[in-house]
């Protein structure tokens, strides 16, 4: 999908305007207000992996809220990412049962492969680690998630896999994307 | 092997597909249901199975569906809680996964028991490609007329829609749920009212869980005497156990309920004892909210009987020495772990979902995280012990949601059954510096 953030003018492309209203009409008539989550979803990764106040501004006009309505959500839910972020945010799960299975060692390992400390980027603007709470994959920890994936089970060499991998495709991976 | 109800098909190829799952015998609900059963009847068989609800609390779910409003011309809604964030739990994902139809079927089922003729499940946002999963079956089921206008040409029509939400444990609380569904932040709600009486956009809606919701297909295929006559006492049925850290064979497991915890723990039928030569130290047996055991607390009940997968013997002996069955989400400690660097992960936890809304559970969860980072870093005092324990204590049962009490009972059972380490950590802060140290053994 190709949408247009520039300066003066921000709108999605005919694709994805298609499933903005596909989405709306799920809900009954007069409460478009619950498209809001999956249309931020959408939003997100249409301009470059971020809400910026530009882009919220354009979905509260397109499901005709006040833009208030749009800020207070998109700040409450830990998805929605409020600044620019790397092409590929590595979220490790670090809550207990990932824990008991070597997540601080993962998390180690990755700060220390990428030259990062954990809710950096790289320079390259590559990579973004973040530790996050329960993705509900404990019984295959350690983990992480990567836009729509799940890693399951690494080691230090699934993770240099995986970090290779990333880098050859080069392409920013989104929550949305189809697997 | 014990009766296989949710996951008897779970290694059939190609069960994710309408055509295999029905092959397999799906959709048998929908068709009894809506051709030979009243709705009523259909809420009766539930109230008959003694089904509990699998979200973790345990209501009754017959008796839940009988609470539903049913005023004139106002519209009703069955929401399906997929928003699966309990640390430890991860069964519905393996379900809706695996067996997308089944949630669907029981969808379908439900919403005709409850007169709904739209129905949502509201999803946890980063199980993105398994809503995706969903979409796909709903679409299979759509065109195969299972759902839309008319089904099965009873007069009964159904919309079900897949919500995908953004990140927050809280939206696993009901009434967040609801608020969340609305396209607004998670902040539960004062109840009264129920949501069987003002839910979703103000009409009465029963929220459920994604197993009770699967399961009401084999209560309406077999019957609710049959279906009771499974498990054991007033825990009836099957249960999926989700079950993680230190063991051999962490999974998925469907249990009949009544299952001695010895033996879930250590036959190979679930999850195959604990690794490399290691003891049991502790088990969290219901996800992160219920109350820590060890293990002579876990294996026999304060009375020395066996205790077992059941809501009523996990919960044997109240707090004191007891736990709950919760979500089902299984979490083995094996004699390395730090119980306190587990409470301190555990309450960082719960003051990242807390939704701020009320004072104890906002300012508590924080407070307590503060407290155990400083014991767990050897830089506590004896006081800080009692202190925690005070605000625990201030928490529970002073807040809007239960969230409050989550996070209060496992730092008060850390501290009630593992207090040494705690103390040990006051002591010893040479010996904790390295986040890897050994704990000291359990008293004798
Ligand atoms: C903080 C909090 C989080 C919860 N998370 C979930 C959840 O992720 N999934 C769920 O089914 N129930 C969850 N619940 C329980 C729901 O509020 C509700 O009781 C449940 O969905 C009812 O379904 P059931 O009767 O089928 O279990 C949570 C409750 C609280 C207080
Ligand atoms: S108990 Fe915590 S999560 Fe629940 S409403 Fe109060 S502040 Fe929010
Ligand atoms: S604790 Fe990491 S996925 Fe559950």
């Not at chain 1, 240099?160 to 920013?172: G, S, Y």
């Not at chain 2, 949710?6 to 309408?18: D, F, T, W």
């Amino acid at each position: 999908m190709s949408s247009q953030n520039t300066q003066d003018k921000i709108a999605f492309s005919d694709e994805a305007l298609q499933l903005v209203n596909s989405i709306i009409k799920r809900y009954p008539e007069g409460k478009q207000k619950s498209a809001l989550i999956p249309v931020l979803h959408i939003a997100q990764a249409e301009f470059d992996g971020w809400l910026s106040p530009q882009t919220m501004d354009y979905v509260a006009s397109l499901l005709k809220l006040k833009p208030i309505e749009v800020y207070e959500v998109a700040t409450f839910y830990s998805m929605f990412n409020l600044k620019p972020a790397g092409k590929c945010i590595l979220e490790v799960c670090k809550t207990v049962p990932c824990w008991l299975n070597g997540a601080e060692d993962l998390v180690a390992y990755l700060e220390k492969k990428l030259g990062i400390k954990t809710g950096e980027t790289t320079a390259d603007g590559m990579f973004t680690l973040r530790t996050v709470e329960c993705l509900g994959s404990c019984g295959t920890a350690p983990m992480l998630q990567c836009g729509a994936s799940y890693y399951e089970n690494l080691t230090n060499e699934k993770a240099d896999a995986l970090i290779d991998k990333l880098r050859v495709e080069n392409t920013r991976k989104n929550y949305t994307d189809i697997i | 092997m014990g009766k296989k109800l949710l996951l008897e098909h779970i290694n059939v190829e190609g069960i994710q597909s309408l055509e295999v799952y029905r092959k397999m015998g799906g959709y048998a609900s929908v068709e009894k249901a809506i051709k030979t059963m009243t709705p009523d009847e259909v809420v009766e068989e539930v109230k008959k199975s003694g089904l509990r609800g699998r979200g973790g609390a345990g209501f009754p779910t017959g008796m839940k569906w009988s609470f539903i409003a049913k005023p004139q011309g106002v519209p009703r809604y069955l929401v399906c809680n997929a928003d699966e964030s309990e640390p430890g739990t991860f069964k519905d994902r393996y379900l809706m996964e695996k067996i997308p139809h089944s949630l669907i079927e029981g969808m379908i089922t439900s919403s005709y028991a409850l007169g709904a003729n739209t129905s949502y499940i509201y999803i946890r946002g980063e199980y993105f490609y398994v809503s995706r999963i969903l979409e796909r079956a709903i679409a299979e089921a759509y065109a195969a007329g299972w759902l839309g206008k008319n089904i099965l040409g009873s007069g009964y029509d159904l919309d079900l829609y897949v919500h995908v939400g953004a990140g927050a444990y809280i939206c696993g609380e009901e009434t967040a749920l609801l608020e969340s569904l609305e396209g607004k932040r998670g902040n539960p709600r004062i109840k009264p009212p129920f949501p069987a009486v003002k839910g979703l956009y103000g009409s009465p809606t029963v929220v459920n869980n994604v197993e009770t919701i699967a399961t009401v297909s084999h209560i309406v295929n077999m019957g609710g005497e049959e279906y009771a006559k499974i498990g054991i006492g007033r825990s009836t049925g099957t249960k999926l156990i989700s079950a993680g850290g230190n063991i051999n064979k962490p999974g998925v497991y469907e249990i009949e309920l009544g299952v001695p915890v010895e033996e879930f723990i250590f036959s190979d039928e679930y999850c195959g004892g604990i690794p490399n030569g290691r003891k049991l130290k502790a088990c969290v047996p219901g996800g992160s909210s219920v109350p820590i055991l060890p293990a002579h607390l876990l294996l026999k009940t304060a009375k020395n009987e066996s205790r077992l997968m059941s809501y009523e013997s996990l919960s044997d002996g109240g707090f004191e020495s007891g736990s709950m069955l919760g979500s089902g989400g299984f979490i083995v400690y094996d004699d390395r772990a730090c119980i306190v660097r587990s409470t301190y992960n555990f309450s960082h936890f719960y003051r990242h979902e807390s939704c701020g809304q009320c004072s104890p559970c906002r300012e508590g969860t924080s407070w307590m995280e503060k407290i155990l980072k400083e014991i767990e870093y050897g830089r506590g005092t004896m006081d800080d012990i009692d202190l925690l324990w005070d605000i625990q204590g201030n928490i529970e049962g002073k807040t809007i949601c239960p969230l409050g009490d989550a996070a209060a009972w496992p730092v008060a059972a850390a501290i009630r059954h593992f207090r040494h380490e705690f103390e040990y950590h006051v002591k010893y802060p040479e010996k904790v510096k390295d986040i890897k140290h050994t704990p000291p053994p359990m008293p004798v």
